[in-house]
Every structure is written in structure tokens, then in C-alpha cells.
């Protein structure tokens, strides 16, 4: 049995769907599921040994199969068992790391402690709401909110631009936000009609171009929410424009991608000290941009 933390005894991939990087790129990568931060290759000459080594570095791994799938599953079967069963929103992402590995052949393991993502093999799925929200588009806004670790509350404002049919703003209602809702197309009437806990209206709509809204229209907030349709570097305009105006919140925004995905923006948000630039689970072709206060 051999371990090594030196990647320059890695073989070349792709390993499945695994792609090896010796070095870190120039240009950020942004269209990633997860990144195996730090990449070990382990050589094993039984099931325990593998289990051994791996429980020895850590408690919590999945693994991401792609060949060899009854050693691996045996070896798997052996760990201490990392749920991925659909979640419930609000859900806390455990403190705990995550790693992830792979097999090569029957002796040897690619394994990385270390991910990008929290979530077993880069995934999540929660259980879905098919009667509430109007639009499934709330799942990649639960995706985002567990990512941050938290969420708006009672007495808490959010201001949710390009609101409409109303998904985000139904989650955020729900959680017991207030919600300020503004769109050229009006949200669906029962979500303008949510309450908070205090029986009061939870969403007051706004029917405004979003980029052109004064903010002293909606006054001071905890999270700014955009998922509205339009090229990143208007997106990236507006935002600049909050900072200037002294708007100091929570943000978690859509780039939404047309053709080519427009890297040089995507960089831009990365670069917004305190941002991060994710493709999550529920994104299509859109990045979400997130900085928190
Ligand atoms: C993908 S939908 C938003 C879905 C919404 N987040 C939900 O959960 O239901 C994009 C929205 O952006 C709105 N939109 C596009 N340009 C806008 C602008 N300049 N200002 C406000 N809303 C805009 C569209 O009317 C559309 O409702």
C-alpha cells in the first residue's frame, strides 16, 4: 500500500467524468460541479486498507464512481454513511469537510479531503414544494441560502429584482421576510397576497424597471436578490451602482449566460472583495454571484 499527497504520481485523466489539472489554471473555472482541492493518490492492496486510510484523514467522504463500482461501493459501504437524500429547506450545512474520492482500477483511489463544494460529489437536491411557489426557480435560491449558511428572517427586509411569476419571493416571504417584489411583469396575485407572521403583508410590489429604481424607492435592506434576464455587465453596473449609493447588504445574484458564457464579467463579480462566483446544482446556464456583509 503506497499513499502519496505529490499529484505528480497521478495518472492523466479525464477519470470519468473527472478532469486533472496539474496546475491551477490562469483564468478562474467557474462551470465545475466541485473541485478536489487537494488531489492524493492512494494505493491499496484490500477494501480495509482503503477504508483504513481514508477514516484515518477524516470522518466524511463521498464517493464519486466511475468505474469499478462493487469495490468501490463495498468501500463505501464501510464509511461512516453521508446522507444524500433529498433536504428540507431551511437546511444547515454541517461544519464537518467533506471529501470525495475515486477509484482508478482495484488498488487505487484518487482521493481529495478537500472540495470546493459541501455537498456529496458536488450535488444537492431538496424536496420539492409542487403547490406553493409559481416557478421552480426557488430551488437554486435554497441552493444559494444553504451555501451561505444563512437566511433573511422576521424583520428582515429583501429586495427581489426581476421578482416575476413571484419564486423567490415566495421563499423569502416564507421564511417571514418582508419582501419588496420589483419586475415590469407583475408577480401572480396569491404571492402578492402572502402575509408575514405578524399577519401583516409580506411583499409590497414594485412595478419598475429594476435597474432604473432609485434606491431610496425601496430604502434600506438586509439581502438584495436579482434573478432578473439580462447581459452580466448591466447586472455588474447596477450592483457598482448600490455599492455607490451606500447600500450595504447581503447579495446573491443571477448571471445569466446568452451563448458563449461571458467569462470576463464572471471574473469581475469573483474579484468584488468578499464574492464568490458558484455554478450551483439548480443553475442552468447562469452562474450565481454571492457576497455577503
Ligand atoms: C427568470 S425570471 C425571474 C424568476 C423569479 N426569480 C422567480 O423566482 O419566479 C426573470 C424576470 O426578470 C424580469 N425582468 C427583465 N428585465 C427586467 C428589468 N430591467 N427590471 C425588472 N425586471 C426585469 C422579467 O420580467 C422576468 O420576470
Redesign the pocket.
Known sequence: MGFTGSTSALPPGPWGPLYYVNNAPETPVFWHQNVWLRPFLLEFDSISEAVRHLRAIQRNWAPVLHTNFRRGTLIDSLMPSVSRRPRTFPWLLPDSPLGAWTLLDDHRLVGSACCSSPFPAGSIRFEEDKEG???R??LK?WESLVRCRRWPGPGQRCL????????????LARLGARVIA????E?EPRILAMTGPDGLPAVRYIK??????DPTEFGPVDWV?C????YPP?LYEWVERLFTAGIRANFVC?L?MQGTPDQDTARRFAEIPGGQVLHLCYNKHELTWIKLD
Do not use: E, I, M, N
Open positions: 411557489p409559481p416557478s426557480a426557488y435560491l427581489d429584482a426581476g421578482a416575476s411569476p413571484g419564486g423567490w419571493t415566495w421563499a420589483v419586475d415590469r411583469a408577480p419598475h424597471d429594476a435597474f432604473t429604481l436578490f434573478d432578473v434576464a439580462c448591466r443571477t445569466k
